[in-house]
């Protein structure tokens, strides 16, 4: 049987998901007898830029029109399109503060060179606001085990499958105290897709939802919870919106 045919791609993000492939030391060789890998520039400079893929494994989140282009082409290409990591999934640190004006910003940063970049939406979009997207391998970075457990499955032919509780069920696992119900901390893992072993509550710190929305979150109940703790609407919206990609405003949980 040939080996699927496979590329790695990054748009605006911190390549942190790229970097985690790559860091699979152990597993590499494995990975390079499985698959046919044509074109992973942060692996191999000499690319495959054409050729016909099985799966495009894509990081990072649109903001700039050439990201848009590089996206379009890579969908062109590919049979199975993966968004890898919470910016290609959700938008992530890009999609942060809707607010601020990205014209504006690029033109704080860099100054007169901000006329080189071409917006591609009002905020950094996730890739499917833009293209078909067949599966994500969520979190900031990806997940080592869930990016091994997601080519397994790619190479039976199927997109990664994901756990589809929240984090509050792997911190029940590991008979964490709850943050939340005991301290009193904005944490969100209530609403928040399991898959990290609960990384950060199992260390005393409050979920902040880098894995993106779990299936089914229920965002008003956590909402109504935590203003009975004492938070601000603003407060929770601006926690939930760093990573889980909040409903449109006209949807959004609750008034304040
Ligand atoms: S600490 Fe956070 S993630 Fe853990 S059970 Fe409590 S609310 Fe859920
Ligand atoms: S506990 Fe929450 S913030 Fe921490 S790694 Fe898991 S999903 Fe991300």
């Known amino acids: 049987m040939s080996k699927p045919t496979v590329g790695i791609f990054g748009l605006t993000g911190c390549a942190g998901d790229q970097l985690l492939i790559l860091n699979c030391e152990d597993e590499l060789l494995d990975l390079v007898e499985l698959l046919d890998i044509r074109d992973f520039v942060m692996a191999n400079s000499a690319r495959d830029e054409h050729s016909q893929l099985d799966v495009a494994l894509v990081e990072g989140?649109?903001?700039?029109?050439?990201?848009e282009a590089i996206l379009r082409h890579v969908r062109q290409r590919s049979n199975m399109l993966i968004a890898i990591g919470a910016c290609a999934a959700t938008g992530g640190i890009p999609g942060m503060a809707p607010?601020?004006?990205?014209?504006?910003?690029?033109?704080?940063v860099y100054g007169d060179?901000?006329?080189?970049?071409e917006l591609a939406a009002d905020r950094g979009r996730p890739l499917s606001d833009f293209v078909q997207v067949d599966g994500i391998i969520p979190g900031?970075?990806?997940e080592k085990h869930e990016f091994l457990g997601a080519i397994a499955s790619l190479l039976q032919g199927n997109p990664p499958r994901l756990k589809e509780y929240p984090?509050?069920?792997e911190c029940r696992i590991r008979e964490n105290r709850c943050l939340l119900i005991s301290d009193d901390a904005l944490c969100i893992g209530s609403v928040t897709r399991a898959g990290c072993n609960a990384r950060c509550p199992s260390l005393g710190v409050a979920c902040i939802g880098c894995r993106g929305p779990s299936v089914d979150a229920n965002f008003p109940s956590l909402e109504a919870l935590l203003v009975s703790k004492g938070y601000a609407v603003k407060d929770i919206h601006d926690k939930l919106g760093v990573f889980a990609r909040l409903p449109e405003p006209a949807e959004a949980p609750c008034a304040d």
């Open 113 to 117: 060179a901000a006329a080189n970049f």
């Open 99 to 108: 607010e601020i004006d990205r014209k504006q910003a690029f033109h704080d």
């Open 140 to 142: 900031c970075p990806i």
């Open 167 to 169: 984090v509050c069920t």
């Open 61 to 67: 989140a649109v903001v700039t029109e050439r990201d």
